[in-house]
């Protein structure tokens, strides 16, 4: 089974220029090397991505900035230039063109107002390290993953953190049960 996770950045911390009736929004979707708060259903696990995590999906996908993940309302996409995703030395910093519509206008005016201050982008990891030796700070490093689209959001779904989930599935639990799948598999081996 396929799941795209969720990740949300509240306060943003966006950018907002308007030049010849062009409106763009700029800032940072992902920020390299960032722990993350507590994650997973128990708040069990952080996360940080790695510079270049989505080197390979920015090359061969054609992303999207949606306002608040909804598939309806698009206010940008790669494949014609109204969306630009680049890996910089911070982190995965994007530029969205708002479209000249109620939309683009309703967008720019809540952000500019401060009503949206957060940003969320949907992924799926491709290659991924968990570093569980501490329990207590267990730690998935995201090496490359797939991005599909980033999110302007009044929403984000935990408000009191800096990067926050909400998958359906837990991935340090999948982790945790594949590792455990081995560890039985590799003692019958040896009986």
């Not at 957060?118 to 968990?130: C, Y």
């Not at 009191?160 to 359906?168: C, I």
Request: proline share 4%.
């Amino acid at each position: 089974m396929t799941t795209v996770e969720i990740r949300e950045l509240p306060e943003f911390r966006v950018e907002l220029r308007e030049e010849d009736g062009k409106r763009t929004v700029t800032g940072y979707a992902v920020k390299w090397e960032q722990l993350s708060q507590k994650l997973g259903y128990w708040r069990r696990f952080q996360e940080k991505f790695v510079r270049g995590a989505f080197t390979k999906s920015l090359e061969s996908f054609d992303q999207r900035a949606l306002w608040s993940h909804d598939t309806n309302q698009v206010l940008g996409r790669t494949k014609n230039g109204t969306l630009r995703l680049t890996e910089d030395d911070i982190g995965l910093r994007f530029e969205i063109d708002l479209p000249n519509s109620p939309l683009g206008d309703n967008a720019f005016e809540s952000i500019k107002r401060g009503d949206v201050d957060g940003v969320s982008f949907g992924f799926q990891q491709r290659i991924e390290e968990w570093d569980d030796t501490d329990p207590d700070n267990i730690v998935r490093t995201i090496k490359e993953a797939d991005l599909y689209e980033i999110s302007p959001t009044g929403f984000p779904a935990y408000p009191d953190t800096e990067v926050a989930v909400r998958s359906v599935e837990d991935p340090y639990k999948s982790f945790r049960e594949d590792k455990l799948r081995r560890k039985r598999l590799a003692l019958k081996t040896m009986c």
